[in-house]
């Protein structure tokens, strides 16, 4: 259902990226899922972690600014039409989407959709109704 | 000879100004001790009695006025006359978020276009003249202040305002117009525009001089806007603590700006000791209103760093002329003209939730205008997933800080501990524009 994500502020300067990412994999923390939102001057590297507390506090160790939230996670065959048939339901319910990401496995073929929603709960509702599988945990990714 | 606008008292022999000074100093004195509480108080505690000045030396007695305490007097504090009797009010940026206001009686208000006049005259507008003021009109000295002085010569005046070049070079080609009033800075930029639309100025236009103020400008400057556009740039200097512009200004032949000495008591100080230096040492000029009758003001610390020279000039002129503004000071900013304190935007973030005190500020020029930066280290306060609230803190932090400083700034958010220190303390300000003598 609900999954952690870690936000971090990155500037556009060359290595900043390959900092963060480094920072984890010192602490063998594994990247799950992860979107890049940038403008000429910053990005927002969107994380889903295997470990959100200890990426948290590693990323902030390492002098990063990072805030946490939850997203949902939401689970679809890995075939064409997976994702559209989902956006059909929220545009036909006008649940507005902040921003969303996708990750799939070849191995599982299913793939996990992280969305951000003005109203989750709302979303929630809605997305249930009309038999599409919250996940509780993202099994293709692993958390 | 030049043409003067008041010419008998701008040749009068120095004995006689400095007599009229010191009557005059004595007459102001006595009038802010009688009718402004600040100056009773001053004078009182620094055992000043105003009927006892008899030299300048007795004058240096008395302590200077700075700028805080106009913050201090918010809003008519340091007024001499009843509120009733001021028939305009003037204000600029002060330190912090309260601005620095200046009344003018009806009385103040003629004697000051006759000091804009007197420098206008001397950059050669006459009745024939069409002199389009590009200074910004309303609260800033500078608008109305140009505007009147140059009805008061007869000239045909044309409130164009700041902003739209490509406008502003329309009418200048529509109206025959022969001075531009602005900053240098924006004279430039009017020229390079100019240039860029093809336009020749001197061939298609009237357009001959600029009359500058506002902000400090060199003599390279004034050379390359001669040689590449043919315009003649002459200095003029004030500040709205004393009048506004029209403390001072310069002719073609003048090496420097002659300061109205009947109406402007100059003295030069060291900046540390606040001792007064002897004549032609470079300092801090201090300056007194002689005639100001809403809220003259006593020796007044302007932070710009000058020297004086009290020679007779080849234009006639016996009054004193200042150098060019060499610096400050203080950690004024003049951007675009428009005066700018680090701690006025220290102040607008600590008004504002959640914004972190870690900023840069940095100037720099793009081509003649003057650009405006302010970095601010991100918090997790301010941090948020969603890319439109940080740009909503943006434009909030912008908006607010265009609020407070009249200039609206790039804002650009950077990394926690990116913005430089220097022994521990930040580097507030990084002016990178370049510096010429």
Known sequence: MFVKQLSLFIENRSGRLGAACRALADRKINILALSLADTADFGILRLIVSDPDAGHETLKKAGFTVVGNDVLAVEVEDKPGGLAD?????????????????FSSIRTKRAALIFRFEDSQTAIKKLTAAGIGVMNRIDVLGQ | MQQMWQPELETLPRPQIEALQLKRIRETVARVHERVPFYKERLDAA?????????????????????????RNYPFGLLAVPRREVVRVHASSGTTGKSTVVGYTRKD???WSDMVARFLVMAGVTQDSVVQVAFGYGLFTGGFGLHYGAERVGATVVPAASGNTRRHLQLIQDFGTTHVVCTPSYAMHICEVAGEMGLDLIKQTRLRTACL???????????????????????????????????????????????????????????????????????????TNLTREAQPVLRYRTRDI??????????????????????????MLIIRGVNVFPTQIEHAFLEMQGTS??????????????SLEVKIEITEQMLSDEMKNLHRLESDVQKRLAEALS???????????????????????????PKEA
């Open chain 1, 86 to 102: 989902i956006l059909d339901v929220l545009s036909r319910e006008k649940v507005n989407v902040e921003y969303m990401y996708a």
């Open chain 2, 47 to 71: 055992g000043v009695r105003p009927d006892q000045i008899n030299s300048f030396g007795d004058f240096r007695r008395i302590p200077f006025t700075v700028k805080e305490d106009f913050r």
């Open chain 2, 109 to 111: 208000l003629e004697m």
């Open chain 2, 213 to 287: 103020g506002g902000e400090p400008w060199s003599e390279q400057m004034r050379q390359r806007m001669f040689s590449l556009y043919g315009i003649h740039g002459y200095d003029n200097y004030g500040l709205s603590e004393l009048i506004g512009p029209g403390v001072s200004g310069e002719g073609p032949e003048c090496k420097g700006m002659h300061i109205f000495e009947d109406h402007f008591y100059p003295e030069i100080i060291d900046p540390e000791s606040g001792e007064v230096l002897p004549p032609g040492s470079t300092g801090e000029l201090v300056l």
């Open chain 2, 306 to 331: 000058t020297r004086l020279d009290l020679a007779t000039c080849a234009c006639g002129r016996t009054m004193a002329r200042m150098a060019r503004v060499t610096g400050r000071s203080d950690d």
């Open chain 2, 357 to 370: 005190p870690n900023y840069q500020i940095i100037v720099d020029r793009q081509g003649s205008i003057d």
């Open chain 2, 407 to 433: 200039i609206t700034p790039k804002i650009t958010l950077v990394e926690p501990g990116t913005l430089p220190r220097s022994e521990g303390k930040a580097v507030r300000v990084i002016d990178k524009r």
